[in-house]
């Protein structure tokens, strides 16, 4: 079992940006894909972004492609999620999370929760308009 610690998030105008940090102990970290994932008020918790164990491979969901980045850090055991031209919309708490399998190839199959084993605590992100 791996666990996971986020933070980052907090309050920010439309337009601006912020970082979210998921730290990670326990099980061998470099070997796991990591996912970042929200849910707001009254909705499914939605994936946002992945990343493969290699850091070769990444999804992005459609309605942050080109203003989210997700990647990760080895030597410090911790995934970032770089959110840039923020709108109301991404208003969420937000969830890291890693991969049930070690090693998967790619990000197939990890669209879903039911992919992952470990999950943080969640962030809130506010974004005002």
């Known amino acids: 079992q791996v666990q996971l610690v986020e933070s980052g998030g907090g309050l920010v105008q439309a337009g601006g940006s912020l970082r979210l940090s998921c730290a990670a102990s326990?099980?061998?970290?470099?070997?796991?894909?990591m996912g970042w994932f929200r849910q707001a008020p009254g909705k499914e918790r939605e994936i946002v972004a992945a990343?493969?164990?290699?850091?070769?491979?990444?999804y992005y969901t459609d309605s942050v492609k080109g203003r989210f980045t997700i990647s990760r850090d080895g030597a410090k055991n911790t995934v970032y999620l770089q959110m840039n031209s923020l709108k109301p919309e991404d208003t969420a708490v937000y969830y890291c999370a890693a991969d049930k399998l070690r090693r998967r190839v790619g990000v197939g199959g990890l669209q879903t929760p039911e992919a992952f084993g470990s999950w943080g605590q969640g962030t809130q992100v506010t974004v005002s308009s």
């Open positions: 990343l493969s164990w290699s850091g070769t491979n990444t």
């Open positions: 326990g099980r061998t970290f470099r070997d796991y894909a």
